[in-house]
Each structure stands twice: as C-alpha cells, then as structure tokens.
C-alpha cells in the first residue's frame, strides 16, 4: 500500500470538495507519472467516491445558494468530471493488465 | 418475409447487399427485389456496430439511446454514400461516419463545454499542418507525415491525436467530411491503436477534469463575492441569519485562504527542488 489517502472527508461544502478533488486529481498525475499506478488510481477513485458522497447531499450545501448556482446544473459538471476520470481509470486498469 | 429466392440477404456481404441496394434505387426496377427488406437487413446487420461505437461515447453524459440514434444517421449516411470502386470495406467506412455522426451530435449538445486554450491551439497546429499538407500534396498526410511537418516522434502525434479525440469530441476530418460526402477513412485510426502509450491522453483527462472543477470552483467564488448582495440579503432569500451567511463567507476564505498557501509552498518546493 503506498501513499494514504485520507479516508476521513467530509466536505460539507462545493468549495471544500473542489480544493480536496483538485490537490488529489495532482497527487494521481504524480503518481502516474512515477508509474505508481495502484496510488494513482487510489486517487482517482477517491474524488469519484468524493463527487458521488458530495451529490447526496448537494441540496444542504449553503454555497450554492449563497453563490447562486444551480444544482442541476452543477450535478452534470460533476458527473462529467466522474465519467472522465472513470475513462482514466479504465485506461489506466488495461494498460497494466 | 419477402427475402425473394433471387435475392437471398442472408447469405450475401454487406458490400453485395449496399450494391444491390443502389442498383435498385439508380435502376427501373429489378424484378424480385424488396427494396425497404434490404435496407432493414443493411440496418439490422449493422445495428450491433452502431451500438459498439456509440458505447465508446458514454463518458459524454449522454444517454446511450441518444447516441445510438446519432450513430444511426451516420450508418444511413455510410448506405447511402458507400462507394464500392473506392475498395474499402463498408464497416470500416460505416465505422467512420457512425463516429462522425456521434461527434457532432455531442458537439452540438455540448456546445457550451469551455475547452481549454491548450487544448484549442493543439487543434489548431495539427488542422493547419494537415491542410498545409493537403495543398502541397493533394491528399491526407500519414501519421508519419504530419508528425514530421509537426516536428514530433510518430508516437507523441499519436498521443497527442489520441487525447485530443477524447477531449474535444472534434474530428480533424469533420470539416473535410463537409466538402466530401465519402471521404476515406483516417489513416491515424489504426496507427493511434499501436503506440500502446498512455501518460499524455491519461494526463490530459486529468488536466481536463481539473480546469472543469476550477472553472465551478470560479463561478462559485464569482457568485459569492461579487454579486453585490448583501449578507442579510442572502440570508433572507435562504432563510438563515445574516450571521450565520457570514459564517459560511468566513469559513470559505479561510479554506481558500489555507489552499493558496498549501499551493505557494508546493511550488515553493518544487522550484527549490529543480534549481
């Protein structure tokens, strides 16, 4: 097992999901890159997990009302970002295998 | 079934069936042939290609249905335009316009994707070298070609080529595709296959996936500090406390606040460490 990944993320908020997915979508660049391919994927699942945590409970998050977003709106980015990062994933799993 | 003995569908190629096909539209009359039957067993025989090909666009958001329905327009295009002298196999030519279809289809719904800059002047480089290459030479370059006129190895076009199919949903072929109904198929598919490279599309991906959650990441910023409303403004439309609205305000910078640092003493490091 290589690096850890913080299990323990409870991001209440968007902005706190975005500053934790963002730092550990370049930890899993560096990972890869370093041919760590078990932490990088570690990585990338665990935004996907994060997104999916996030999207629960997206309608008590007091950003998007105060920063007037629309949830709908933002559930498709973030689901775009989820199938992205689950096409690298794949890509990645078959490169190894 | 009005599969005539003459003409038994089953039994015969895609290539003899789609000739048969345009014989029977550009002719009188041949006797014995059920026109709309051919064309459902062209359809039904390659419907399973279709789906195959619309499968690999999912990671679009969009329904598989959609895509399908997409895909299917550019295999009646690929029946309509196939043109057997040109000795290419109809799947590989259907395949072509199938992804073709899809492409734009995605493109349309997805028009207001932001692609990055990066992204957009790649694009860019690649077009203009191959159109160079099409005026001097009056066909498409090989992989070869275009990577010498780009000045890269045959295996970073190739990556290159590879990530940007994934990220732009844009063909380099869509613009020709306009002016010729029947273009050859790309000379990059199979090429692309072979390089078994994968760090510069994964890396892209990524990079990708991060400009799309700083993009949300600005808007919501935006929307918090510089729409003008007042605290109790905000809280009266959300039903909370001016003070707990500031809260929520306070707490954000203060994250913020401990990101950019986070960041500035990584790039600290990083720089320390390359000098």
Known sequence: MGEHVNKDRSQSDLLSLIGQAIQSLQQSIDQLESQKQAEGLRHLAQVIEDIDEYLVRLDEDPLLQLAAVDPSHLERSLHRVQDDLGVVIDSVRESVS | ?275
């Open chain 2, 1 to 275: 079934m009005s599969n005539h003995p003459r003409f038994r569908f089953s039994e015969m190629t895609n290539e003899e069936l789609i000739e048969l096909l345009q014989r029977g539209q550009t002719e009188e009359q041949i006797p014995g042939l059920d026109l709309p039957r051919l064309q459902e067993e062209i359809v039904e025989r390659n419907i399973g290609l279709v789906k195959s090909i619309a499968v690999k666009f999912l990671s679009s958001g969009e329904p598989l249905d959609d895509l399908v329905q997409a895909g299917y327009i550019g295999l009646l295009n690929a029946v309509t335009n196939f043109d057997l002298a040109r000795n290419t196999r109809f799947s590989t030519y259907a395949s072509y316009l199938i992804q073709g279809e899809i492409r734009h289809f995605i493109r349309d719904r997805h028009s207001t994707i932001r692609i990055p800059q990066w992204v957009q002047a790649m694009n860019r480089k690649i077009k203009m070298a191959e159109e160079r290459f099409f005026q001097e030479k009056g066909r498409a370059p090989s992989l070869d070609e275009l990577s010498e006129s780009l000045e890269l190895t045959e295996s970073q076009l190739a990556a290159l080529l590879r990530g940007r199919e994934a990220m732009t949903y844009v063909s380099i072929d869509q613009d020709r595709r306009s002016s010729d109904p029947n273009p050859p198929p790309s000379s990059f598919e199979h090429l692309m296959k072979e390089t078994g490279e994968l760090a510069f599309d994964v890396r892209m991906r990524i990079m990708v996936a991060i400009e799309q959650l700083a993009d949300i990441q600005q808007q919501v910023i935006d929307g918090l500090f510089y729409q003008g409303k007042s605290q109790s403004e905000v809280g009266d439309e959300l039903g909370i406390s001016q003070r707990q609205v500031s809260r929520v305000k306070q707490r954000t910078l203060k994250e913020l606040r401990e990101a950019l640092d986070d960041e500035g003493e990584e790039t600290t490091r990083n720089r320390t460490r390359k000098a």
